[in-house]
């Protein structure tokens, strides 16, 4: 029963910073391709960033370039997400998820559909 759960979560005031994290637990990540998605009610979910098999390459959409960072650490079977400089457009809903690719250089992008597994998401707030 392949599961992720993502932890982190809070409330920050802008340019503050969060790490979130995302541990699977029922499969190995390994062969996997992990994306960080968001959400805000009645809106999109919004593909955030996104990093592939062998940790090479990493996507990002531009309003996080520079205060985004996905890694992860396939021993630990966990990824995170670091937020950096928070601003309040940045409130959301944050998942995790992670895409089944056969090629360890597959691309990488945090296209929703395109992910198997999902997280139950963790809140983030960005408020003075």
């Known amino acids: 029963q392949p599961q992720l759960v993502e932890s982190g979560g809070g409330l920050v005031q802008p340019g503050g910073s969060l790490r979130l994290s995302c541990v699977a637990s029922?499969?190995?990540?390994?062969?996997?391709?992990i994306g960080w998605f968001r959400q805000v009610a009645g809106k999109e979910r919004e593909g955030v960033s996104c990093?592939?098999?062998?940790?090479?390459?990493?996507n990002h959409i531009n309003s996080v370039k520079g205060r985004f960072t996905i890694s992860r650490d396939d021993d630990k079977n966990t990824v995170w997400l670091q937020l950096d400089d928070l601003q309040p457009d940045d409130t959301s809903t944050y998942y995790c998820?992670?895409?089944?690719?056969?090629?360890?250089?597959?691309?990488?992008?945090?296209?929703?559909?395109?992910?198997?597994?999902w997280g139950q998401g963790t809140q983030v707030r960005v408020s003075p």
């Open positions: 998820a992670a895409k089944a690719v056969s090629r360890r250089a597959a691309p990488c992008n945090p296209v929703a559909a395109e992910f198997d597994v």
């Open positions: 029922g499969f190995t990540l390994e062969s996997y391709t």
């Open positions: 990093i592939n098999r062998a940790g090479g390459r990493t």
